[in-house]
């Protein structure tokens, strides 16, 4: 037989699948192989196979018209991809809702409105050229000044004073150009401080003796005396990361809210034609993870331009974060809001005994006495979860963390319970109509409970990438949904609504944290890190007072970090040293590991996936009932396939 070329063999394989078999079960990337891996027993390798090609995942199909390229372009860029097509899913390529918001807030800056929602409904390029509108200018809101008093948000709220000092901060680190030169970096962050009004925020006491946060006019904050340099030009390139590193620490004991000290900058010079490093650091009470999308790249912009003699001129905000916290205090007193307080009753009411060596002491147990463990995923399983498993589970990447740890936690405990209930954090920024928050900088965090339960789930076979762990990703999906509205109700009830905060109170709490910091793009690992490219060891670093008391019992987080050679997943594990034993923290991270393993693992079987209840909010239809649709569906399907063969 003549040899067909490979993509020849795809394509065709993409249209056989497709008229075969039902959407959620047709591959969304193929990967050819000489063989299959196999282990000693003759079976499938299925940890030796590969990791998908995200760029081979492309449609193919070229865009058709000024806005589809656009678009394509941008799903690149954002993605870390060499290119996408106009028919290529935003999420099955590995975008989140978080990366959503910076695509919305890429297509502004190259003329097209979209939101992020429009993002999470439409997906491809095609879809999203249809629907965009022009950028333009946006209408001016009078209502929306964002200088002035700025109302304490639920999770400000919750850490109280502690949120207040000095040393609450989080920093980025990227390449700095050569020769930036301190009027370059000073220029541009006069262009970054008027346009981002938390930057400029500065803590005071009220009348009755209460902390004001309050956001300066533009000009209100001196740059110049925000901006250090440190002289590296005798540091090689490899030792560059840990000079940044320590500039950071001492940047961070410079800050000062009560004085309006938000921020500062500084620049780590390497001498002339060689990439330094550009460290920013902010008070936690102005920033948060999402809030690095837009400070980065507007430094940037700012810097470039001025060092080509131009006016810095950045983008405008959609939303003020004084307008947003505003929404949300004026959202706790909503009957719908307050309606939704049974339901976080009933999720908080059972008490969650895990098996920790004592009780959280917040005397006792703060942030000098924190152990950390972190484990990375590897490369070809990171692919799967961060992109196959969510399109095949119609999921997002933090459920699928969750899974993996709400197993482990079940399945390292030796008091046979399989519940566990976990305070999870996310970026806040939830769609409300009116508003768009793509481009705002603030402390926007949120917080909510969530019970997970594995009850009934064959962990075992779910680590070794059976069907089993199909299920537990399915049951941890639908319980980090089952919560009232949109998770944010239970900060708002608890912390700024005076009725219903001491009944939320009088409940036990959570133990666990879990915070999945999203994704980031990442220099070369393998070689120079480029002038702005992300650097360092950790997408953003963060530090806190030694003295401030720990939250939880034990933390986890996980971030995703582009590389040139693919995803890279890295997961946490933080605890009080005097409240888990390293043993025990080591059994639950080796558990999270083998868990999200054999979920990547399972991805690989061509009938992975599936929906879920919470995929059909309009109809009422229990788990069962799907899988026989689904079912049914392959089967009609694959009818006149059938009657073509005979």
């Known amino acids: 037989a003549e040899a067909r070329p490979v993509e020849e063999l795809l394509g065709a394989l993409r249209e056989f699948t497709a008229e075969r078999l039902p959407d959620p079960m047709?591959?969304?990337?193929?990967?050819?192989?000489?063989?299959?891996?196999?282990?000693?027993?003759?079976?499938?390798?299925?940890?030796?196979?590969?990791?998908?090609?995200?760029?081979g995942k492309v449609s193919g199909r070229e865009p058709r018209t000024a806005a589809e390229t656009v678009f394509c372009d941008l799903f690149a860029e954002v993605l870390g991809l060499e290119r996408a097509g106009a028919d290529d899913s935003f999420f099955e390529l590995g975008g989140d809702s978080i990366s959503s918001m910076q695509l919305a807030s890429r297509a502004r800056r190259a003329g097209?409105?979209?939101?992020?929602?429009?993002?999470?409904?439409?997906?491809?390029?095609?879809?999203?050229?249809?629907?965009?509108?022009?950028?333009?200018?946006?209408?001016?809101?009078?209502?929306?000044?964002?200088?002035?008093?700025?109302?304490?948000?639920?999770?400000?709220?919750?850490?109280?004073?502690?949120?207040?000092?000095?040393?609450?901060?989080?920093?980025?680190?990227?390449?700095?150009?050569?020769?930036?030169?301190?009027?370059?970096?000073?220029?541009?962050?006069?262009?970054v401080l008027d346009r981002h009004d938390m930057l400029r925020a500065r803590v005071e006491t009220g009348d009755d003796g209460e902390p004001l946060l309050v956001a300066g006019e533009p000009g209100t904050a001196d740059p110049a005396d925000l901006v250090t340099r440190v002289d590296a030009g005798g540091a090689d390139d490899g030792s560059l990361d840990a000079v940044a590193g320590r500039a950071a620490r001492e940047a961070v004991e410079r800050l000062d809210p009560r004085a309006g000290v938000m921020l500062q900058a500084v620049w780590v010079d390497a001498g002339p034609g060689r990439t330094g490093r550009l460290v920013l650091v902010v008070h936690h009470l102005a920033v948060d993870g999402v809030s690095w999308r837009v400070l980065v790249p507007d430094l940037a912009m700012a810097c470039e331009a001025a060092a080509a003699g131009r006016e810095p001129v950045l983008d405008p905000v959609g939303t003020s974060f004084r307008r947003w916290a505003n929404l949300l205090a004026a959202q706790a007193g909503d009957p719908g809001r307050v309606a939704e307080l049974p339901a976080w009753k009933a999720l908080l009411g059972d008490p969650d005994p895990l098996p920790f060596t004592r009780a959280l002491d917040p005397a006792r147990d703060t942030a000098e006495t924190l152990r950390r463990r972190s484990w990375t995923v590897p490369a070809r399983e990171a692919a799967i979860l961060a992109g196959r498993t969510p399109a095949a589970f119609h999921c997002g990447v933090h459920e699928v963390l969750l899974a993996g740890l709400a197993g482990a936690v079940a399945r390292t405990r030796q008091d046979g319970r399989t519940a566990v209930l976990v305070e999870v954090e996310g970026h806040g920024r939830e769609p409300v109509e009116?508003?768009?928050l793509s481009r705002t900088v603030g402390w926007f965090t949120s917080t909510h409970p969530v019970r997970l339960d594995a009850a009934g789930v064959d962990l075992a076979g779910a680590a070794a990438g059976g069907p089993a762990a199909g299920a537990l990703l399915k049951?941890?999906?639908?319980?980090?949904?089952?919560?009232?509205?949109?998770?944010?109700?239970?900060g708002l009830l608890r912390h700024l609504n005076a009725g219903t905060g001491p009944v939320l109170a009088a409940l036990p709490g959570p133990q666990i944290g879990f915070n999945y910091l999203g994704r980031f793009t990442a220099g070369s690992r393998r070689g120079p890190v480029g002038p702005w490219q992300m650097a360092g060891d950790t997408a953003i670093g963060g530090s806190a007072d030694p003295g401030m008391p720990c939250e939880h019992a034990l933390e986890a987080a996980a971030a995703i970090v582009d590389t040139p050679v693919g995803p890279e997943l890295t997961l946490t594990l933080s605890w009080p040293a005097a409240v888990l034993d390293e043993a025990a923290a080591e059994r639950l991270g080796r558990a999270w590991l083998d868990l999200l393993g054999g979920l990547a693992a399972h991805t690989a079987d061509p009938a992975a996936g599936g929906h879920t209840p919470s995929d059909f909010p309009l109809l009422d239809l229990a788990q069962n009932q799907i899988e026989e649709l689904e079912a049914g569906l392959a089967d009609e399907k694959a009818q006149p396939t059938h009657r073509k063969l005979w």
């Open 475 to 490: 049951a941890a999906k639908e319980q980090v949904r089952a919560v009232p509205g949109d998770g944010l109700g239970h």
């Open 112 to 191: 097209y409105a979209v939101t992020p929602r429009q993002v999470f409904e439409e997906k491809t390029p095609e879809r999203l050229a249809a629907v965009a509108g022009p950028a333009g200018a946006a209408a001016e809101d009078v209502d929306d000044i964002g200088t002035g008093e700025v109302p304490r948000t639920p999770v400000m709220l919750a850490l109280g004073e502690r949120a207040l000092r000095p040393r609450f901060a989080q920093w980025a680190v990227v390449g700095a150009p050569g020769g930036l030169g301190r009027e370059v970096l000073t220029a541009g962050l006069v262009a």
């Open 26 to 55: 047709v591959p969304s990337v193929f990967v050819p192989l000489d063989r299959l891996p196999l282990t000693a027993n003759g079976k499938v390798d299925r940890r030796a196979l590969p990791a998908p090609d995200y760029d």
């Open 434 to 436: 009116g508003t768009d």
